[in-house]
């Protein structure tokens, strides 16, 4: 009797430690999981832009990783040697293939005028967001585009549009563009420097996968992009990086027009 009373003792013991092990198990099962399921979501660049901020604000780091990659922010490589000087290049995020003429919002162009995404409707429109005051990646990016215009034969460039947009919405106006187009002698038709509300900005730089982020001393750390929209204003051809070839723009902004 004493036995078996022992014995069921024993068993109920041993059957209460496995329950609660695989129970253990099973959380930290859970727990593992959870990260690898949020990171391939399709989630919008600004979630991604704030995730690496939020990274970045906590290390003050620099983020170097350029490849375009659907949760590029999330893996992206954490360099702890932080170059001070250095402005940060933020990768792009996923660019989503709908059209940007279902932003209805309007922006001020250099001129002072309003300016709706829809007017690009019917050409090839190459887009660029940049910011007046920086004085290393964006002067880059503009050349890009001028560059593209330049190799493009001329019926084709008279036919393509470009669209420069400032994500510096407190510190850029439509004057201090249209000094800044008017000295690089791009204050011309077709050339559109627009200037738009900060919601506004946020929500067409997450259309083309374009991360900024003000580090609040005039400094824009952002992702350096240059998009080729048809003429329906679907994306259809991205170079991401500085330097790169321009052979996919101008492909794509050939396809648009014929
Ligand atoms: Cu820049």
Same mark, same amino acid.
């Given at each position: 009797?004493?036995?078996?009373?022992?014995?069921?003792?024993?068993?109920?013991?041993?059957?209460?430690?496995? /329950?609660?092990?695989?129970?253990?198990?099973?959380?930290?099962?859970?727990?593992?999981?959870?990260?690898?399921?949020?990171?391939?979501?399709?989630?919008?660049?600004?979630? $991604?832009?704030?995730? #690496?901020?939020?990274?970045?604000?906590?290390?003050?780091? @620099?983020?170097?990783?350029?490849?375009?990659? $659907?949760? /590029?922010?999330? $893996?992206?490589?954490?360099?702890?040697?932080?170059?001070?000087?250095?402005?940060?290049?933020?990768?792009?995020?996923?660019?989503?293939?709908?059209?940007?003429?279902?932003?209805?919002?309007?922006?001020?162009?250099?001129?002072?005028?309003?300016?709706?995404?829809?007017?690009?409707?019917? %050409?090839?429109?190459? *887009?660029?967001?940049?910011?007046?005051?920086?004085?290393?990646?964006?002067?880059?990016? @503009?050349?890009?585009?001028?560059?593209?215009?330049?190799?493009?034969?001329?019926?084709?460039?008279?036919?393509?549009? +470009?669209?420069?947009?400032? +994500?510096?919405?407190?510190? !850029?106006?439509? !004057?201090?563009?249209?000094?800044?187009?008017?000295?690089?002698?791009? !204050?011309?038709?077709?050339? $559109?420097?627009?200037?738009?509300?900060? &919601?506004?900005?946020?929500?067409?730089?997450?259309?083309?996968?374009?991360?900024?982020?003000?580090?609040?001393?005039? @400094? +824009? #750390?952002?992702? %350096?992009?240059?998009? @080729?929209?048809?003429?329906?204003?679907?994306?259809?051809?991205? &170079?991401?990086?500085?330097? *790169?070839?321009?052979?996919?723009?101008?492909?794509?902004?050939?396809?648009?027009?014929?």
């Amino acid at each position: 009797m004493t036995t078996k009373v022992k014995f069921a003792t024993v068993y109920k013991a041993i059957l209460t430690m496995s /329950v609660t092990l695989l129970l253990a198990f099973l959380l930290a099962a859970c727990g593992e999981r959870e990260p690898a399921a949020v990171a391939p979501s399709p989630q919008p660049a600004a979630a $991604h832009a704030e995730h #690496a901020a939020a990274v970045d604000h906590a290390e003050h780091a @620099v983020v170097e990783h350029a490849v375009a990659d $659907h949760a /590029v922010a999330d $893996h992206a490589v954490v360099d702890h040697d932080a170059h001070a000087d250095h402005p940060e290049t933020l990768a792009a995020a996923e660019m989503p293939g709908s059209s940007l003429f279902h932003l209805t919002g309007a922006f001020t162009a250099q001129d002072g005028t309003e300016f709706r995404l829809a007017e690009l409707s019917g %050409n090839p429109t190459v *887009v660029v967001m940049f910011y007046g005051d920086c004085t290393t990646a964006c002067p880059l990016l @503009v050349k890009s585009a001028q560059d593209i215009e330049a190799a493009l034969s001329p019926e084709v460039a008279a036919r393509t549009q +470009f669209l420069m947009v400032s +994500f510096d919405t407190a510190r !850029d106006t439509p !004057d201090k563009l249209r000094a800044y187009a008017d000295e690089k002698g791009l !204050d011309k038709d077709r050339w $559109h420097w627009l200037i738009g509300s900060p &919601l506004l900005t946020r929500q067409l730089a997450t259309l083309l996968g374009v991360q900024f982020r003000d580090a609040g001393n005039g @400094v +824009f #750390a952002h992702s %350096n992009i240059v998009t @080729v929209l048809d003429s329906a204003g679907v994306p259809t051809a991205r &170079l991401e990086g500085l330097g *790169v070839a321009l052979d996919p723009a101008l492909a794509a902004i050939t396809a648009a027009v014929d």
